[in-house]
Nanobody, 116 residues
């Protein structure tokens, strides 16, 4: 049993920054990977960034150099630092945990809106 709660979404102007947080609770030892996805109405949910327990990170090409995924292991929290935001970054951002069973757990999502 793993639960994820995202926070930090907001309205920001293009070029601005936001930091999203994803707090995990429950059986955190069952988590293999954590990451961020985003979805805009009418579009498929897309992968943004991921991080392993060892701290290895991976990013979608569209956000490389602008977004940084990190974690605070003591607080069971994963962050997504988003810099140089663009209007096309507007989406609902979802935290995801991939468990050792291959099951996926999703948070409720947090809205990020970037105005031009």
């Amino acid at each position: 049993q793993v639960q994820l709660v995202e926070s930090g979404g907001d309205l920001v102007q293009a070029g601005g920054s936001l930091r999203l947080s994803c707090a995990a609770s429950g059986n955190i030892f069952s988590i293999n990977l954590m990451g961020w996805y985003r979805q805009t109405p009418g579009k498929q949910r897309e992968y943004v960034a991921g991080i392993t327990r060892g701290g290895s990170t991976n990013y979608a090409d569209s956000v490389k150099g602008r977004f940084t995924i990190s974690r605070d292991s003591a607080k069971n929290t994963v962050f997504l630092q988003m810099n140089s935001l663009k209007p096309e970054d507007t989406a609902v951002y979802y935290c995801n945990a991939a468990l050792v069973t291959t099951a996926s757990i999703w948070g409720q999502g947090t809205q990020v809106s970037v105005s031009s």
